[in-house]
Nanobody, 114 residues
Framework: VQLQASGGGLVQAGGSLRLSCVAS????????MGWYRQAPGEERELAAT???????NYADSVKGRFTISRDNAKNTVYLQMNSLKPEDTAVYYC?????????WGQGTLVTVSS
């Protein structure tokens, strides 16, 4: 399984970005997909996940600002990021969980300037 993430870039504080992650296989039956992020010098952490039933989970730091969604017909998971803060600066990775394996995308860099 390959995951292609895109949509990162440089944005000013208060701005918005939308990340996309396209999977090389159908995600219809994939129970959980998610976005994680890794800031410089920090460990990778969860940003948001979404189940195939549409249940979402967010890190406290992004609640109310980020929205995760999935389009099974396009094999794509999105992360809409609003009201961005400098502390949101990180490489964002999408993740796909199968019963016996976990797959990661290559990451897309988000830089928020103050």
């Amino acid at each position: 399984v390959q995951l292609q993430a895109s949509g990162g870039g440089l944005v000013q504080a208060g701005g918005s970005l939308r990340l996309s992650c396209v999977a090389s296989r159908s995600i219809f039956s994939i129970r959980t997909m998610g976005w994680y992020r890794q800031a410089p010098g920090e460990e990778r952490e969860l940003a948001a996940t979404i189940s195939n039933g549409g249940t979402t989970n967010y890190a406290d730091s992004v609640k109310g600002r980020f929205t995760i969604s999935r389009d099974n017909a396009k094999n794509t998971v999105y992360l809409q990021m609003n009201s961005l803060k400098p502390e949101d600066t990180a490489v964002y990775y999408c993740r796909l969980d199968l019963p016996l394996a976990t797959y990661w995308g290559q990451g897309t860099l988000v830089t928020v300037s103050s």
